[in-house]
């Protein structure tokens, strides 16, 4: 087993990130030809892929950071884990206001032309609150790049690290590491799992198998309708 640091680029911690900035910026693309479209014409099948693209995506960033709160800043115990911490909550605010928006929308049938005005609001308030998640992400993840993943790197056996992963991977939600490679070429992210993750081949030909499975079948029309050009 290799107990090297990989490169920054290839630490899950990094490949999540790059993850959760896709997603909110293709949400953010889509919120916006929704909110063109809806006092015209939008299909109702097109909302509810987006309330449900949402729920995932929302479920996402929060599960990112509840691995770092629960699992790797105790294990770590910088200082700069703190500032993190704090950082992380206007982020969760938005995250709840962008949860409660999509509820009321869920309830609304966008068929019944009175309720186009208010989905219109709705989706309007969402498309503020993405812009301004995706902002302060970014400036997020630029501070962890900058201040812990180096100080992680120098400080800290990987052997250790790899032990939280593992823990971090037996309680990970079954949509993990679909979503985590939903743009990445099939062999680059089975070369990821191999020398990586280091997870085994026969979890990846069996349990990932099935994960990666339902993923396609809850998610790949979604993925197709909402970003076709993606």
Same mark, same amino acid.
């Given at each position: 087993?290799?107990?090297?640091?990989?490169?920054?680029?290839?630490?899950?911690?990094?490949?999540?990130?790059?993850?959760?900035?896709?997603?909110?910026?293709?949400?953010?693309?889509?919120?916006?030809?929704?909110?063109?479209?809806?006092?015209? !014409?939008?299909?109702?099948?097109?909302?509810?892929?987006?309330?449900?693209?949402? #729920?995932?995506?929302?479920?996402?960033?929060?599960?990112?950071?509840?691995?770092?709160?629960?699992?790797?800043?105790?294990?770590?115990?910088?200082?700069?884990?703190?500032?993190?911490?704090?950082?992380?909550?206007?982020?969760?605010?938005?995250?709840?206001?962008?949860?409660?928006?999509?509820?009321?929308?869920?309830?609304?049938?966008?068929?019944?032309?009175?309720?186009?005005?208010?989905?219109?609001?709705?989706?309007?308030?969402?498309?503020?609150?993405?812009?301004?998640?995706?902002?302060?992400? #970014?400036?997020?993840f630029k501070k962890?790049?900058?201040?812990?993943?180096?100080?992680?790197?120098?400080?800290?056996?990987?052997?250790?690290?790899?032990?939280?992963?593992?823990?971090?991977?037996?309680?990970?939600?079954?949509?993990?590491?679909?979503?985590?490679?939903?743009?990445?070429?099939?062999?680059?992210?089975?070369?990821?799992?191999?020398?990586?993750?280091?997870?085994?081949?026969?979890?990846?030909? !069996?349990?990932?198998?099935?994960?990666?499975?339902?993923?396609?079948?809850e998610y790949r029309?979604?993925?197709?309708?909402?970003?076709?050009?993606?």
């Open positions: 087993m290799n107990l090297e640091w990989p490169h920054i680029t290839q630490l899950p911690w990094t490949y999540s990130q790059k993850a959760i900035i896709k997603d909110c910026t293709d949400s953010i693309r889509a919120c916006s030809l929704i909110i063109s479209s809806i006092l015209d !014409t939008t299909d109702e099948k097109y909302i509810k892929h987006f309330i449900k693209w949402m #729920k995932l995506v929302i479920d996402n960033i929060e599960q990112h950071y509840s691995i770092k709160h629960k699992y790797y800043f105790p294990k770590l115990k910088f200082t700069i884990c703190n500032e993190l911490l704090e950082d992380f909550k206007p982020i969760h605010d938005l995250l709840k206001k962008s949860k409660q928006h999509i509820k009321k929308i869920s309830k609304l049938k966008v068929t019944d032309e009175t309720n186009k005005e208010m989905i219109h609001t709705q989706l309007t308030y969402i498309h503020s609150d993405l812009q301004q998640i995706i902002l302060l992400v #970014k400036k997020h962890e790049k900058i201040t812990l993943l180096p100080k992680m790197i120098h400080e800290i056996k990987y052997a250790d690290i790899r032990k939280v992963d593992i823990k971090i991977g037996l309680r990970s939600k079954w949509y993990a590491l679909p979503h985590l490679y939903r743009d990445v070429p099939k062999k680059i992210y089975e070369d990821h799992m191999d020398n990586v993750l280091m997870i085994p081949t026969i979890t990846q030909k !069996t349990t990932i198998a099935l994960h990666f499975k339902r993923y396609n079948y029309d979604i993925i197709e309708n909402l970003f076709p050009d993606i």
